[in-house]
């Protein structure tokens, strides 16, 4: 008999935003139960019932597996694609239970149900989640420590949450990402830092390894949650304006301060979507994704080099989910989802562009434009004129040796137009 992860669903049950339509008032309830690592035996007698009284059961192989045979119920595994079968399969089965992984909220499928029918659809039977347990065994109290989804998801997501000392319960996709964590980590300086496997959470078979990245060498049981204590450097904050020298560029790059203050008047709030577009070295967009993790990203750069190298920036800085479209806007803007936010770093006078830009905002969306040459600040002197919003023209000097004795080198001056729809 398999064994129920505790936390582990199908990558497409990870909800990432809202994407889903609108709830349908005629869909019956859906009950979803959760199951631990413990089994069929972990589940409460009145919840027992529950599904062994439904009509229909729906859930993964495992899950399916647990349950004693019932004459006359029909077991049915999810739908493939998920999201665009969920409402089809619950209208055709009225009293359909669902079987998720300890708490089905916890990065399952309760979310992705919800997501798709609306809250007032799903009723929920959570177990213990995988993230408590682990919490438990360690001693680590929730306001002490960070969670990170990895199933279904790069790794490199852990790294946006590198800082020394701190605590960081991963939740894993499979054997093979412990070793790929402590690669990383090995990689970027914070090889020290220790790492628990916590393997089948609440089960007989429960086991608990640990290590230090650099050396990990351990096997880990396909199901886990992966705890970190790290140890390393400080790196780099979540404030916006990054050191220039943390993206990999060939000079298209908008420098530090001048960063700080587009993404100062862009304002990343949590789940919103940014259009970065003359991405160049993608660093604007790749800071509006570190400031929330429900933020994201889509860099529009015409450059395939350029577009390849804001990928790995993504990656290394610990937002690989950052999306790039190598293409020329206006014409590669068309189709994308629509953004709450706009940079434009080049490309401001081209044909179209502006317009295009100024049209895709979202109500109350901002949009930041730089520009570096006359035709630009024309450009922008005349959207001013006709928008409104805040002109401004940043000019900086770096302190930089003369002969024997220091003194200021000035960047060029950049004109930037920010506006608010």
């Not at 199933?151 to 412990?178: F, I, K, Q, W």
């Not at 629509?338 to 179209?352: E, N, V």
């Not at 770096?398 to 950049?414: E, I, L, N, Q």
């Amino acid at each position: 008999m398999s064994r129920p992860s505790g936390h582990l669903v199908p990558a497409e049950t990870i909800a990432c935003g809202p994407v889903a339509p609108s709830p349908r008032p005629s869909l019956p309830a859906v009950t979803v139960v959760g199951i631990g690592a413990d089994g069929w035996s972990g589940v409460p007698a009145h919840l027992r019932d529950l599904v062994l009284a439904a009509p229909v059961v729906v859930g993964g192989a495992r899950h399916l597996d647990l349950l004693p045979d019932v004459p006359g119920q029909q077991r049915l595994a999810w739908p493939s694609p998920l999201r665009a079968g969920l409402a089809e399969l619950v209208a055709e089965s009225p009293g359909l239970v669902a079987l998720a992984s300890g708490d089905p909220l916890v990065s399952g499928i309760g979310t992705t149900l919800i997501d798709v029918l609306g809250a007032e659809h799903v009723v929920l039977h959570p177990a213990v989640s995988s993230v408590a347990l682990a919490r438990a065994r360690l001693g680590w109290p929730a306001e002490s420590c960070a969670v990170v989804s990895l199933v279904g998801r790069d790794p490199a997501l852990v790294l946006r949450e590198l800082a020394p000392g701190r605590r960081v319960l991963v939740l894993s996709s499979d054997e093979h990402t412990p070793g790929q964590v402590a690669a990383l980590l090995t990689d970027v300086g914070y090889g020290a830092s220790t790492l628990h496997v916590l393997g089948e959470l609440g089960a007989p078979s429960e086991s608990h390894a640990t290590g230090v990245a650099q050396d990990w060498r351990e096997t880990s049981p396909r199901l886990h949650v992966l705890a970190l204590e790290l140890v390393g450097p400080p790196r780099f904050g979540w404030t916006a304006g990054l050191p220039d020298d943390a993206f990999e560029h060939d000079g298209q790059l908008t420098k530090r301060d001048l960063r700080a203050s587009a993404l100062a008047r862009l304002a990343p709030v949590p789940g919103e979507h940014l259009w970065d577009v003359g991405a160049g070295a993608g660093s604007i967009g790749i800071e509006w994704m570190r400031a929330h993790p429900t933020c994201t990203t889509t860099a529009i750069e015409g450059n395939p080099d350029r577009a390849a190298r804001i990928a790995r920036n993504a990656s290394r800085l610990g937002v690989p989910g950052l999306s790039v479209v190598t293409g020329r806007a206006p014409d590669a803007l068309a189709g994308l989802r629509r953004p709450d936010a706009i940079f434009i770093g080049g490309g401001a006078t081209a044909p179209g562009v502006l317009d295009t830009c100024l049209a895709a905002l979202s109500p109350g969306g901002r949009l930041v434009v730089h520009g570096v040459t006359l035709e630009t600040e024309q450009r922008l002197a005349q959207a001013y004129t006709e928008h409104g919003g805040e002109l401004t023209r940043i000019g900086v000097e770096t302190a930089a040796p003369v002969g024997t004795f220091t003194g200021w080198t000035p960047a060029r001056s950049v004109t930037q137009w920010a506006f608010s729809g």
